[in-house]
């Protein structure tokens, strides 16, 4: 069982950034691809980025693409997203998800364990 616990959210105006970090339990954390989904309200979760189990392999929704960087930590066990110039679009819960493979996905049905999500809110 994994534990994700993610932190980072909060309020901020159009163009400014936040990183969100997402902790993990357990000793096998880099052998688990990792993601990070959203949900806007009234609308469904939507894959937003994901990372391979040993990083090297990166893929983003096309929205946030040249935004948005996903990284990791494998040592501390912690998944990362750095969000640059972002819009009132982006407003969103933000949910880290592990899978229990290294190679990524962006399906939500790839991911076995997901987080509580932690709020962004975009002002414009």
Do not use: H
Not at 25 to 46: D, L
Not at 83 to 107: F, H, I, Q
Request: glycine fraction near 12%; hydrophobic fraction near 30%; charge should be positive.
């Amino acid at each position: 069982q994994v534990q994700l616990l993610e932190s980072g959210g909060g309020l901020v105006q159009a163009g400014g950034s936040l990183r969100l970090s997402c902790a993990a339990s357990g000793r096998t954390f880099g052998s688990y691809a990792m993601g990070w989904f959203r949900q806007a309200p009234g609308k469904e979760r939507e894959f937003v980025a994901t990372i391979s189990g040993s990083g090297r392999i990166t893929s983003y929704t096309d929205s946030v693409q040249g935004r948005f960087t996903i990284s990791r930590d494998n040592a501390k066990n912690t998944v990362y997203l750095q969000m640059n110039s972002l819009k009132p679009e982006d407003t969103a819960v933000y949910y880290c998800a592990a899978r229990r493979y290294g190679s990524p996905a962006v399906y939500e049905s790839g991911y076995d364990y997901w987080g509580q999500g932690t709020q962004v809110t975009v002002s414009s």
